[in-house]
């Protein structure tokens, strides 16, 4: 964590350097007209490319502050970031100052954007930051407000975006623990989240986050380390290791409403998001469906800067009773007619793509699964979800008797309709029984 302590350092420092110019000047100085001292000043504090359009103010009483308008903050190396603010803010508290010590009581940057470039290994360049001061330094509020993010990528691929970003923050100290919350907008989705931390250790911080989403419905929480690693040329890579909690609510026709939570290990870096192990549990208690997984999630692939972010998710449970989860409590409709509702409903909303945001190649197996009061046996999905495209899918079932069911085709989605078509084989002797319709209709699939 030496590089954000190193950044809060210059800020406060630079401020106290600021202060040392105005005391030999009398009060009502127009630092207007002494933009090159405190430009000078603060390319000297930081290391860092300077350049302020707007107005500055610097006031001593009742307290400490400097205010900056249209600041722009480059870095001298060749991908270093980028941070340009309409306003910086800064107020140090008076009576820590004389006792040698900095209290950042405010810290306000509004409407900034910062601009970062990613490395071929998925790292970014850190600044160079002239040595800290001695200063103790602590923080009672730092905020971004209606910020932006943009990642430019290597290999010519288009520039992750992150906008309406707000960050309200403190710290006991520059080692921590810290605390905060804010929100940002991705992919048409508010996320709202909060975080604490641990103190500091060497390069990893301990922290949890709470984050929500307002689109899907999902919460997630997070626990773990964060460890911020630099390599040769100060390029710096960021990575977590810990636990994931995610847990959400689908509903479906008729005011169904089926909770799921699934929970486990999980490591995050530059290359992407992996869970060898969690556990899945879907519907109410009394209904509920138990399954392990493992979910991989590429950012990139480290032989290939132009390759494109994919994911895999696998599930296997012993048995899963569909009937139940899409029955919902009272009186119940047909399972299958919960399930062609809810996937047309999908469809018109265009929410598949909003479950899949990027090409997914998913995999379920079950011992067993209940559909329509009819069990299946050795059951096997497998899916090639891409936003845009149809979903490419091929299911293999053991029906009762010895007839066994094989399914490939591909599902089209639209946002009047959802079609299918399937090439179907049905083989063995099946006894005539209820149930028996729904397996000559699955047959008999078409376009529709």
């Known amino acids: 964590m030496r590089f954000f302590r190193e950044i809060l350092t210059v800020l406060a420092g630079l401020l106290v350097l600021l202060l040392g110019a105005a005391l030999a000047g009398p009060y009502f100085v127009d630092w207007n007209k002494h933009k090159p001292l405190v430009v000078g000043r603060l390319a000297q504090a930081t290391g860092a490319t300077i350049h302020v359009a707007g107005d500055i103010d610097l006031k001593l009483l009742p307290s400490p502050r400097l205010r900056l308008g249209r600041v722009t903050f480059a870095g001298q190396k ?7 603010a309409e306003t910086l803010y800064l107020e140090l508290g008076l009576t820590a100052l004389l006792r040698g010590q900095i209290r950042l009581v405010e810290a306000i940057v509004q409407r900034p954007h910062m601009q970062v470039t990613m490395q071929a290994n998925g790292g970014f360049v850190l600044p160079d ?16 407000q209606d910020a932006r993010v943009t990642v430019l990528r290597p290999g010519g691929l288009p520039p992750l975006q992150v ?8 710290g006991q100290s520059l080692e921590g623990p810290f605390r905060g919350n804010g929100t940002f907008a991705l992919a048409g989705d508010t996320i709202t989240y909060s975080f ?24 997630g929480e997070f626990d773990g380390a964060l460890k911020l690693e630099a390599g040769a040329g100060r390029v710096a890579t960021l990575a977590f290791s810990g636990t994931a909690t995610l847990a959400g609510q689908v509903m479906l026709p008729g005011a169904i409403e089926q909770k799921w939570r699934a929970s486990g290990p999980l490591v995050m870096d530059a290359d992407g998001i992996r869970s060898e192990a969690f556990d899945l549990r879907a519907g109410e208690e009394a209904r509920t469906v138990s399954a392990t997984g493992a979910f991989e999630a590429f950012f990139r692939d480290a032989g290939d800067p132009k390759s494109t972010a994919h ?5 296997a449970a012993q048995q899963i009773n569909a009937d139940a989860l899409l029955g919902g409590e009272g009186p119940r409709q047909p399972a299958m007619a919960v399930l062609a509702d809810w996937l047309q409903q999908l469809a018109a909303q265009k929410r598949l793509v909003s479950f899949f945001p990027v090409p997914v190649d998913l995999e379920i197996a079950a011992a067993a699964l209940t559909l329509g009061q009819d069990t299946l046996s050795k059951v096997s999905l497998k899916a090639k979800i891409e936003p845009g495209k149809p979903v490419s899918l091929t299911f293999a079932a053991g029906a009762p008797g010895t007839t066994s069911l094989t399914l490939n085709g591909t599902l089209e989605t639209g946002a009047a309709a959802l079609g299918a078509w399937a090439r179907t084989t049905v083989t063995g002797h099946a006894p005539r029984r209820r149930g028996e319709a729904q397996r000559a209709a699955l047959a008999r699939c078409r376009p529709c």
Not at 163 to 170: E, F, H, P, V
């Open 129 to 144: 930051f002239p040595a800290a001061g001695p200063w103790q330094i602590a923080f009672e509020h730092v905020a971004f």
């Open 163 to 170: 906008s309406g970003l707000s960050l309200d923050a403190s």
């Open 196 to 219: 604490n931390t641990g103190a500091a250790e060497q390069d990893s911080l301990r922290a949890k986050l709470v984050a929500r989403s307002s689109r899907l419905s999902v919460r």
């Open 311 to 315: 994911a895999t998710l696998t599930l």
């Open 78 to 84: 060749s991908g270093s970031p980028q941070l340009e």
